[in-house]
């Protein structure tokens, strides 16, 4: 299959579990594993902001590290642009935060709500140029279906 025809597999999944439950949590989590299981990422999972900064969630993976601040590591640049990051090989990204050093490439999305970051979808991969313009546009129809899932007020 191929990178296309993947995403355009897991959509109705992804569909499908979230429907009808609202709970954020519990979406991320099955999110990061239905992503993580079919495409072998290395890291697969999800920051929400609270108080202020990017706390870990919801991940498949090495351990990480919990709290990123706004402006900081891939993760905390796309939260600032409010844009999907995709970084072709880690090491070129000033900033870049190794929480493991096995990984190379990386693509973080945000997720908004209402015109405000609630949180980003982090993926990272062993190869360099793992993410391209396909993994963007997928991941980013992914995070809409979650963040359209989450009834919560803000
Ligand atoms: N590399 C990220 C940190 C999070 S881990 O990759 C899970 C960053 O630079 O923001």
């Given at each position: 299959?191929?990178k296309?025809?993947k995403?355009?597999?897991?959509?109705?999944?992804?569909?499908?579990?979230?429907?009808?439950?609202?709970?954020?949590?519990?979406?991320?989590?099955?999110?990061?594993?239905?992503?993580?299981?079919?495409?072998?990422?290395?890291?697969?999972?999800?920051?929400?902001?609270?108080?202020?900064?990017?706390?870990?969630?919801?991940?498949?993976?090495?351990?990480?590290?919990?709290?990123?601040?706004?402006?900081r590591?891939?993760?905390?640049?796309?939260?600032?642009?409010?844009?999907?990051?995709?970084?072709?090989?880690?090491?070129?990204?000033?900033?870049h935060?190794?929480?493991?050093?096995?990984?190379?490439?990386?693509?973080?999305?945000?997720?908004?709500?209402?015109?405000?970051?609630?949180?980003?979808?982090?993926?990272?991969?062993?190869?360099?140029?793992?993410?391209?313009?396909?993994?963007?546009?997928?991941?980013?129809?992914?995070?809409?279906?979650?963040?359209?899932a989450?009834?919560?007020?803000?």
């Amino acid at each position: 299959m191929t990178k296309s025809e993947k995403y355009v597999s897991i959509i109705p999944q992804i569909r499908s579990v979230i429907s009808g439950e609202t709970d954020m949590i519990a979406n991320m989590a099955n999110v990061a594993a239905i992503l993580h299981e079919e495409f072998d990422f290395w890291w697969t999972g999800f920051y929400r902001v609270e108080q202020g900064t990017l706390v870990l969630g919801p991940f498949q993976g090495p351990v990480a590290c919990t709290r990123i601040a706004k402006g900081r590591g891939v993760c905390g640049t796309a939260w600032q642009r409010q844009e999907t990051v995709v970084v072709e090989d880690v090491e070129q990204f000033k900033g870049h935060i190794a929480c493991s050093s096995e990984s190379r490439s990386e693509i973080v999305v945000p997720m908004l709500k209402s015109g405000e970051v609630i949180g980003v979808l982090d993926i990272d991969s062993r190869e360099l140029s793992c993410f391209d313009s396909t993994d963007q546009c997928y991941l980013q129809q992914i995070v809409e279906l979650l963040c359209s899932a989450d009834l919560r007020k803000k």
